[in-house]
Structure formats: structure tokens, C-alpha cells
């Protein structure tokens, strides 16, 4: 086996630019498009199977299934399924609104939650969605009689300013909001028009043995037996428009809301993904991409094993530990795993291998090309600049993930208010009371906090600082460190002891006894002290060097793809993922990286009851959900007496594209993107077609947990249910807006 994979990556490796163009298997499209672009795309995605104009799927009439689509949250995608402002996105997106309503008592994590009626569903502070009205090119607005070459920083003064009031302009115009943003790297400039609806209502969440089953074992990974799904609800003002929360506020009333189709899908079928994918990086340098795969992730991965050691340790330990950490641990594992597998996909793929191949016919046309002088130049300065900078970034991923990645120290900062208070000297009381007040802000951080977890975890990282950054430790570190006899676990007992930060008992309790030379007290804490130490180091030695080698790397990027873009006038580039509106289109498609071990392209709920371990805290499943299953009481929702639960295509996404509608031919609904598989998670920076899948909950899968295992049917109701490919959906004949 291990030959195998062995011998196949010396292929791929070595494999010519040509031959991997020909082994690109139909269908698999590379490629997050601008929705207000898909016009030039539809004889192509005909070609590939869509049956619907693409101005049904985006438009500006207000008849677009763009107004379908919403950001949930800050980085997650949701989309309607009802006229009643009903929301379906992934249960990890819900997953910290849900924290915060959920506590021993009632703990939605355990045992899911499923509203009964609208009377009964819940409020979720500061959650908002936001929808994309219109997007449109305005950088001759922002850009004209900007030369190129023209250095950042006035160049961008200029642009900040333009954006400024364009932005102004359209929301004026519109009474919406506007938020332009940079596209291909700043060559071009789109204003979206959006809405920001911000009275958001916890509908339906299934318990984790079904939401958030297999856990971080199965995260990034195919085949995948999570029902990754959750729903909310929006509610507007009387003119339903965005509004604050008020009991008595309708539900959004939803002209444009996906159609759901339950008759399923077949390998090679077309699928598109309509969602906010983050970030993708698909035209940097090999230099840039050197120091993703070869500093900055290897020093997250290794930092971040040894935080989730000591966490999944204590968390095991009490269910006070778990709820905690959970959503925490879920973050900080999510990224260290699909690292390992970028690493591993870059690797595999020879990926910087072929950009220096790229490079070299870049480099020839530059050395030649007339009208643009600038061309020749930009690799010889990439690779200087990247050289120049790659200690200082190695040392500043140790910063950030081994020592700010202790939570006690990153607390520090917290101390930073406290002292400023002291500092504008006022009068006793009012000096108590304003102290206090920091200290009751900081209570959502302590809710989730263990001390005893956190000295774990200082012992174990800066265990690995000490030793990987010996000729960078800031004084303060040292000193602390010979202070005990170099024993980090004396040195751990001695910082969280005294530290007043290491509780809010504590803090509460210099709050209130607070008198003006305390702010001594909070000088000589060790938490505080280790902060500030490496703070001010970055601050006088890492900070600016960095921060004007990612300027002058921008400046260097957006020239490199304006010349990218001029040399291959044939080639269709799409603008690099930067968190807004986005189609990917692909096919329904198993995966075989590597040789034998063939996945399907679906998983079902046979496999889910076969992995159940009552033992495991991830792998355990729901007893009611074992009962459906043995009764094959699956309602409407089954297939010949099995029950779809998850499936892959070959669309191109990325973090920001969780809870995506993932929709067939006629654009209606048939699953929600919640996954990569771990082969091809480099595909923020290379897509192979041949490894990279994204993975989504099957609809039927989403439907039979809401009504047979929530028994909230009455959603389903709201819903437009359809069932052969063939029908025309209500939602799809859209009224205007
Ligand atoms: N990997 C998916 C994403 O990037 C899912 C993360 C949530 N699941 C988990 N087991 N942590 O968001
Ligand atoms: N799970 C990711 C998210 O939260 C989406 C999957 C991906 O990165 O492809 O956005």
C-alpha cells in the first residue's frame, strides 16, 4: 500500500503540465465565479447540465436565488428553504450561538433541540445573516488614472477614499448597505449591495451524536456520517426590513427560497454550490506558497497538537470541562487538521514543483513582453522579499500559536484596559465602578475557561517555545525561567497562582477593592508580564518588517496577476475567493486519490449505525435514531429501504462555504456543504480535480432527522417539497420583489 502511494506520487509529481491537463476528468470544474459573471459561463454550465438560465440563479431584479442565499454569521453560508424566512446551514455554524444558549440544564449539545411552534424558538444574541442584493464592477470608479506601479500606500490612500464614498453613493441610492471589496488582487472592484437581518431564532439543532457525529475523528474526511445541518428562523420589522429583536416581530416574508429535491442524484450528475467561500489563493508565487507548507503550517500542526492533547484530556474529565472547551476545541482542531492534509495535498501534487515550472514561462514572456515593463522584475523580487522574511515569519507563527495560543497569557491583553483605567486617575469609586464593569465584560471568557486546563497547556507549549525559539525568548521569559530552577511546571504553579487574571473570582476581587496604586499590582502579574513581553517584542521586532513585507508582497501580487491575466488572455481566471457571493460548479463524483481504495460518492445510515460506540463520546449514537433504523421508519425521506446521510462532488469550495446550498440542474436544493475531504484541502491553493470533493448532508438525510427523529414536521410544511427533476418549483417562478 504504502508503495503504491509511493510510486503513484513520484507519477504525479513528475507528471508534465500537459499530461495532468489530460487526466482531468470531465466535469471537475476549478473555479468560485462571481454570480453577475455567470453570463459568460452558461454555455458551459449548460454543457455540463444546467437546465436554468443563469440569470434565474443571479440577477438584478430581485428575482435572483441570490436573495436565497445569506451569510450566516461572519463566515458561514445559510440558505432559504420557506417563504417564512426559514434558514438551513450547517450544526457547526450554529454551534457557538447554540453554546451560548445551552448549559447543564439545558444542554442542546447532548440532547439537540427542536422548536414546536414559532412561539418556541429561541433568540440568538448578535447572530446575523446577511443577504447579497446586486453586485456590481466599479473599478473604473475606484481605479481610473491610478497608475499601476504606483507605490501602496498612496496608492491605497487614494483607494480608501474612493471606496469611501462610492460605498456612500450606492447606500444612499439604495437604502441598503454597500461594502466594496478588492478582487484579483486588486485589479478589479465590486460593490455588493447587502441587508444585514440581526433578529436570528435558534429553530432546529440535532443532538452532536447526529450533528457533529464522528467529530474531529471524521472532520476533513470521506467517507463522513455527519448530519451536519441546523436551522433558524429570520424575523423582520412590519416592513420587513432588517430590524432589532422585538418578541412581536414577524418572520422575514421570502419571495426567493429554494425548492428541495428529494429524488436524489447519480454519479455524474451536475451540482452547483452557491455560498461565501474565504479564501482561496490559487495565482501566489512558489515562494509564498513555500512558507504556507513549509513554516507556517507545520508550526500550527505541532502547536496545536500538543493544546488538544491537554484539552481532549480534560475534557474527558467532567462534563463542566466539556462544555467549556468544546466549541473551542472544535475551532482550534478544525484548522490543525486540514493543515495536515494541505501539507500533505501540496506535497503530493508537487504543487510548488509546478509553479516553478509555470514560473519559467512566465520569466520568458516577462523577459520579452513590451508593455509591461514591470513584468520582468517581480519574480526576482518575490523571491528576495520571501527569503528576507521567512525567519521573521517562523518566529511570529511560534508567537502566535505557542505562547498567544495559551490562553492566560492572551488573556494579558484583558490586563492592558485595566491598567489605562488607572492611569486616567480617577476618583475612587468612580475608579471601582469602571473596574468592576471591565471585569463583568470579561465574563464571557471565563465562562469558558479552566485554569487548571490552561496550566496544562502553558506547560506544554512553552515547553516547545523554549525549545524552538532559544535565540528569540524576550527577556522576561528567561528570567522567569531561571527564577525556578528551569522547571516549567514550577514556573506554571507560580504564574497561575498569583495571577489575578487566572480567574474572574479574582479579578472580581481586586476590582472591587481597587484603590489608585493598584495599577502596581497589575504591573507585577505574571500573566500580564509575560504578554507584554512578547507583545513589545513583536511590536519592535517582528510587526513592522512583516507588515511591510506583506505591503510590498500585495503590491508585488497584484502586479503578478494583472501580468498572469495579460499573458494568457485565453485562459478564464476567476477572481481568488475573498468571502463574498460565489458559484462553483461541478459533478456528483467518488473519490480514488491514490489508487485502490475506491469511495463511493455516498454514505448511508448503515454505516452510521455500524460505527455506533457507546463508549465514545463522538461515535455514539442517538438511541432514537437507532430505533428509526431498525424499523426502516424513514417516512418520505428513504431509498428503497436505506437512508442517504452524505455525498461528495467535485466543486470547488472553501471555509466560508459551510451550510452552502448544494442544488442540481434546475437549482433546487438537494444537500448543504459541509466538508472537504481531506485529499484535496490544498484547494485554497491547488485544485486537483482528480482529489478534491467537497461534502454535503443529503436533504433527505436533513429531512428525516427533522421529522422523525425532532418531530418538528411542521417545518416541512413551510417547506416547497419536489420530488422528480422534471417539476417546475414554486420558488423557481419567482414573484419581484
Ligand atoms: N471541517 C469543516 C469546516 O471547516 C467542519 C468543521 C466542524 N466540525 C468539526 N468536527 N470540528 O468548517
Ligand atoms: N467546513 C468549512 C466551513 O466552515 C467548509 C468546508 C471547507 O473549508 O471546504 O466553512
Known sequence: MSLKINLISLLTGGMSFLACIMATPAGAKEGVWIPATLKAHEKDMRKEGLEIPVDQIYNENGTGLNNAVVLFGKGCTGELIS??????????????????????????????????????????????????????????????????????????????????????????????????????????????????????????????????????VENWIWPRHTGDFSMFRVYAGADNKPADY????????????????????????????????????????????????????????????????????????????????????????????????????????????????????????????????????????????????????RQDQYNKEAVLGVELIQQGSAAESLITCFRLGLPKEQLEDTLKKLAANMGGFYKNYDAATDKDVFISLLTLYFTKCAAWLPEEFTTEYRAHNQDIVAMAEDVYSSSILASQDKLNAFAAAAKSGDSTKILADPAWLLYNAINTMRKEKITPFLKDYYTHMHYLDRLYMKAQMARDKKKDFYPDANLTLRVSYGKVKGLDPEGPATYSFQTRLNEVVALDDSTSDIFKVPKKLKELYRKKDYGRWGVNGTMPVAFIASNH??????????LNKKGELIGTNFDRAYEGTMSDYYFDPNRCRNISVDIRYTLFVIEKFGGAGWLIDEMNIVKSQGTSPKSQNPKSR
Request: overall charge positive; aromatic content about 12%; hydrophobic content about 35%.
Open 246 to 393: 422585538a418578541k412581536n416581530n414577524p418572520p422575514y416574508r421570502a419571495d426567493q427560497f429554494f425548492a428541495i429535491n428529494t429524488s436524489g442524484y447519480k454519479e455524474g450528475d451536475f451540482t452547483m454550490v452557491y455560498g461565501f467561500p474565504g479564501t482561496t489563493k490559487e495565482y501566489i508565487s512558489s515562494y509564498e506558497l513555500k512558507q504556507v507548507y513549509s513554516i507556517i503550517d507545520p508550526i500550527s500542526i505541532a502547536a496545536r497538537s500538543r493544546k488538544l492533547d491537554v484539552w481532549t484530556k480534560h475534557m474527558a474529565w467532567t462534563r463542566e470541562n466539556f462544555l467549556k472547551y468544546t466549541s473551542k476545541r472544535a475551532g482550534v482542531a478544525n484548522g490543525w487538521k486540514k493543515w495536515q492534509g494541505e501539507v500533505r495535498g501540496l506535497d503530493v501534487n508537487n504543487a510548488t514543483g509546478k509553479k516553478e515550472l509555470y514560473e519559467k514561462g512566465f520569466q520568458k514572456w516577462a523577459d520579452t513582453v513590451q508593455d509591461m515593463p514591470f513584468a520582468k522584475n517581480i519574480l526576482t523580487d518575490m523571491r528576495k522579499s520571501a527569503q528576507k522574511a521567512d525567519a521573521l515569519i
Open 83 to 216: 417563504s417564512k424566512g426559514l434558514i438551513l446551514t450547517n450544526h457547526h455554524c450554529g454551534y457557538g450561538s447554540v453554546q451560548g444558549l445551552s448549559s447543564t440544564e439545558n444542554d442542546y449539545f447532548a440532547n439537540g433541540y427542536f422548536a414546536k411552534n414559532m412561539q418556541e424558538e429561541i433568540p440568538c444574541k448578535g447572530l446575523t445573516v446577511t443577504f447579497i442584493r446586486r453586485m456590481e464592477n466599479v473599478t473604473d470608479r475606484i481605479l481610473t488614472g491610478i497608475s499601476d506601479t504606483m507605490k501602496d500606500a498612496a496608492r491605497d490612500a487614494i483607494i480608501a477614499e474612493r471606496i469611501a464614498k462610492t460605498e456612500k453613493e450606492f447606500a444612499s441610492a439604495t437604502h441598503m448597505d454597500a461594502q466594496i471589496k478588492p478582487y484579483y488582487e486588486g485589479n478589479q472592484y465590486w460593490v455588493a449591495i447587502t441587508e444585514t437581518y440581526r433578529d436570528i431564532r435558534l429553530v432546529g439543532f440535532p443532538p452532536n451524536g447526529i450533528g457533529a457525529f464522528g467529530g474531529d
Open 653 to 662: 469550495t472553501s471555509g466560508g462555504n459551510s451550510g452552502s446550498p448544494v
